[in-house]
């Protein structure tokens, strides 16, 4: 059950980044080494399950595997024809119900027992290997453990100690491990710890998930530290793991950039985007589904980019393309020196097949650009944009938020939840009592939406719940009107692009930790056996210093990400990747973040971000990676974070109905402390 010792550390040969370490373990270290000469055939089946197939497909294209001599790729689950004539690989989780075989986790004991005792299966099998690897690379920085319910799992009501609660806990766990298994990475553990209680408040289960799961993933670390060959015995990394109440407006704000902004405004089932194009018979136009990944230089390039800066790269490079090449400029006709359609780049295609691709690449942006601005045109984003990011800086309040529910009554619902979302997330005191039976009035909104707001404004840090001097509780909002300005403006750089000025909190954190300043006692540490010396070792102290000197922490946040596209200020994809793979042997040891309960697109741009300001490795880990869309329809569900109690609605809501409840079991899912508590939450 071993692993053969490849060169994935960030310490030696050429660097590699995470995922491309993802791709060649699976393309070489299990595909290639199934090659052996006494092979049946030249080609192998590959069969895989519902998980590894994901695991293969974020790694790997069919064309890398057919490479490794796989022809055929099968569903262990489906019913299939069978070939004696060819090896089989199989690449599956392990278990009862499962040749080279590869496990995507570690093998139980018993397994390994049973299958060891079976003789009529012991003599068929080529190879049984724990590949340790069951994360799903989703970029060249990010991975998710596939948790996507991990919120309902996790931090619902009566799940602790249940077998869902269990298992979402122990696959994430293991899923976490596998990624420092596949990098030969033994990480520095910290995890976001509960905020300090005096003697009068009560701990919840809810508080103390970071540290179970922290907990999870070094017991996964200490067998590896005894079961893989060559595997790191001292820290070479560090791995700092949150939950999603450590910034809970990152999911729901509009974020500007490129890539953000096709998730959030776009119809798109993950990455893929639905393209028309002209039918080659003059007919309707065709609807063609194309990825936007990182095999698309165009999109590369620009998924970081501020719209605005996306939409004049494309627009430059639309001319250069007209100006450099001489068949185009003869297919642009007398139209030349005029704005180049989508259209005519469509029709240029089939006109010059030699062109086609890189035509096609640049029409497929310019008509997502084009569409992205005609709706923040129509819905009128600019305006509600400016307002959001004012509130979070603590340049709006109230009283504008008011006004623009009065003015723009025009606004969509959604985008009006979103901003009443944010305002309680900051001001949550200003929906006590029947002020928020009046904000829904006034937003126009329906009892599933405002049931989204009051999962946001009980997210986090927004009630204390204290024992009484009766052995009752009382539940008091924070009634001091609180400034909120968490994210604040760095000063030093000048603003190049309007809606650039939010930051997510994991930026500050990261940087913190990087230069050895992140609160010990905030955020604890598993390796140090002794929590009370701040949570550090002193391992650790020696790696904060042996970490190159990085570029100013104060600098103005977004203005260095949405800078003109003549400045290359190192932090757009395709000049991270130029200068990691430059200037390898000046980066420093790899930062894991893992958030429970998902993550945003404006986190993973962060980490790119500080991978080069840094000179660190930045790698985003999430059960899930969330837009906006799928954050509220999750925040709406009276199934949802913190479905709404029918006593407050009816003591907050006066003349309002309240939710019918019966035959219906409300989870009241929270990220929670304990002054977050519902009253009928506290159960003694």
Not at 461 to 485: C, E, I, P, Y
């Amino acid at each position: 059950m071993s692993m053969s010792d490849s060169d994935s550390s960030s310490h030696g040969g050429d660097y590699k980044n995470f995922r491309q370490i993802s791709r060649d373990r699976l393309l070489h270290e299990m595909l290639r080494s199934a090659k052996t000469g006494d092979s049946k055939s030249t080609w192998k089946v590959l069969i895989m399950d519902k998980v590894t197939v994901k695991v293969m497909s974020y790694s790997c294209k069919m064309a890398d595997i057919t490479e490794e001599g796989v022809s055929l790729v099968e569903d262990l689950y489906r019913r299939r024809q069978p070939l004696p004539s060819m090896d089989a690989i199989y690449f599956i989780q392990p278990s009862k119900e499962k040749a080279f075989v590869f496990f995507s986790s570690p093998i139980p004991k018993e397994l390994v027992n049973q299958i060891k005792n079976d003789t009529s299966v012991l003599p068929r099998i080529g190879a049984l290997r724990e590949m340790n690897l069951e994360y799903f690379a989703i970029d060249s920085q990010g991975f998710i453990t596939d948790n996507e319910r991990a919120l309902e799992e996790l931090f619902g009501d009566n799940v602790e100690n249940s077998r869902i609660y269990d298992a979402c806990l122990n696959t994430m766990a293991t899923r976490i491990a596998s990624v420092f298994a596949s990098l030969r990475e033994f990480p520095c553990v910290r995890y976001r710890a509960p905020k300090d209680l005096d003697a009068s408040t009560m701990t919840t289960f809810r508080d103390l998930i970071p540290t179970k799961l922290a907990a999870a993933v070094w017991n996964c670390l200490t067998k590896y530290k005894t079961t893989i060959p060559n595997y790191p015995q001292t820290e070479t990394c560090e791995l700092l793991i949150l939950d999603r109440s450590v910034d809970q407006i990152a999911p729901v704000i509009h974020e500007w950039t490129y890539d953000a902004m096709c998730h959030d405004l776009l119809n798109m089932d993950g990455n893929k985007y639905v393209h028309e194009v002209p039918s080659k018979t003059g007919g309707q136009p065709e609807k063609k589904d194309v990825l936007l990944e990182d095999h698309d230089p165009v999109w590369l390039e620009l998924r970081h980019a501020h719209i605005a800066d996306a939409s004049e790269r494309l627009h430059e490079k639309m001319t250069n393309f007209i100006s450099k090449n001489k068949a185009a400029q003869i297919q642009h006709g007398s139209r030349d020196g005029s704005e180049l359609s989508t259209r005519d780049l469509q029709k240029m295609v089939q006109a010059l097949p030699q062109y086609s691709e890189q035509i096609d690449k640049l029409s497929l942006h310019v008509e997502i650009a084009g569409k992205i601005n005609r709706i923040i045109r129509e819905l009128g984003l600019r305006e509600l944009g400016q307002l959001e990011q004012d509130l979070v800086f603590g340049d709006a309040g109230t009283k504008e938020v008011i006004n623009f529910l009065r003015t723009k009554q025009d606004a969509t619902p959604e985008n009006k939840l979103r901003l009443l979302m944010i305002y309680a997330a900051l001001y949550p005191e200003k929906f006590e009592g029947d002020k928020g039976l009046k904000l829904m009035q006034l937003a126009r909104i329906s009892s599933d939406d405002m049931n989204a707001v009051n999962n946001m404004r009980l997210l986090e840090g927004s009630s204390n719940t204290k024992k009484t001097s009766t052995g009752g509780f009382s539940l008091k909002f924070d009634v001091q009107k609180r400034k909120h300005a968490a994210r604040k403006d760095r000063t030093g750089e000048e603003e190049t692009w309007q809606l650039s000025r939010f930051y997510p909190m994991i930026e500050e954190l990261i940087e913190k930790l990087s230069k050895g300043e992140l609160p010990k006692n905030e955020y604890l540490c598993m390796n140090d056996p002794s929590p009370t010396v701040h949570g550090t070792t002193q391992g650790a102290s020696i790696r904060t210093s042996q970490v190159p000197a990085a570029h100013s922490m104060r600098s103005r946040r977004t203005a260095t990400w949405a800078r003109p596209r003549g400045s290359d200020d190192g932090y757009s994809s395709d000049s991270i990747l130029r200068h990691v793979s430059s200037d390898f042997k000046k980066m420093g040891q790899r930062i894991f973040v893992f958030i429970i309960g998902g993550a945003t697109r404006s986190e993973l741009r962060v980490c790119h971000k500080l991978t080069t300001k840094l000179k660190r490795e930045i790698v985003l880990g999430s059960s899930s990676i969330d837009d906006p869309p799928q954050f509220m329809t999750f925040l709406q569900a009276k199934e949802g974070l913190v479905a709404i109690n029918v006593e407050i609605w009816a003591s907050q809501m006066p003349g309002v109905a309240a939710p019918d409840v019966s035959g219906c079991a409300l989870q009241k899912l929270k990220l929670l402390t304990a002054q977050e508590l519902l009253l009928d939450d506290l159960r003694i």
